[in-house]
């Protein structure tokens, strides 16, 4: 994440966060692939996200607008995606944020198999305006908890 100061109308200034784009994480599983699309399933039941993205021929599952506040599952917001802040509070922790989580299961050569998870997103301010939204970058910590699930099962 970034600060900038930018000018706005009237001469006045103010500092804007800036947070990078997202990657999707990877992280090898020893699980057949069938095994792990089924228990990527289940980590999303656990963490009460809504499967409605899901191809069994791409083993993918997902949901492209999971809309929350302050937390995923057990994990606080801002152990999910950074949103930038104002006057060091970030966003995360009280704007109500959507995220795309996509997670794909492919096979690996030693017989296991790979989970490849997208997280990013969006975020507004419940008490303004909400047309003014800011982007949200992931910060790893719903992939990680969902590898974690799946190594548990």
Excluded: H, W
Excluded at 30 to 59: M, N, W, Y
Excluded at 83 to 97: F, H, K, L, S
Aim: overall charge positive.
């Amino acid at each position: 994440m970034s600060t900038q100061t930018i000018q706005v109308a009237g001469g006045a200034s103010a500092n804007v966060s800036l947070v990078n784009n997202s990657a999707s994480q990877k992280a090898i599983l020893d699980l057949t692939p069938d095994q792990a699309f089924a228990a990527t399933e289940r980590a999303f039941a656990a963490l009460a996200i809504p499967v409605t993205d899901r191809d069994a021929g791409l083993r993918r599952v997902g949901n492209m607008a999971f809309r929350t506040r302050r937390k995923v599952g057990d994990l606080l917001m801002t152990k999910v995606v950074d949103c930038g802040g104002d006057t060091g509070m970030p966003n995360a922790e009280t704007y109500t944020v959507t995220l795309t989580i996509l997670s794909q299961i492919t096979p690996n050569d030693a017989g296991g198999s790979v989970i490849q998870t997208l997280v990013e997103g969006s975020a507004v301010n419940p008490l303004t305006n909400a047309s003014n939204a800011v982007r949200c970058s992931s910060v790893g910590g719903l992939e990680a908890r969902i590898k974690a699930l799946l190594s548990a099962k």
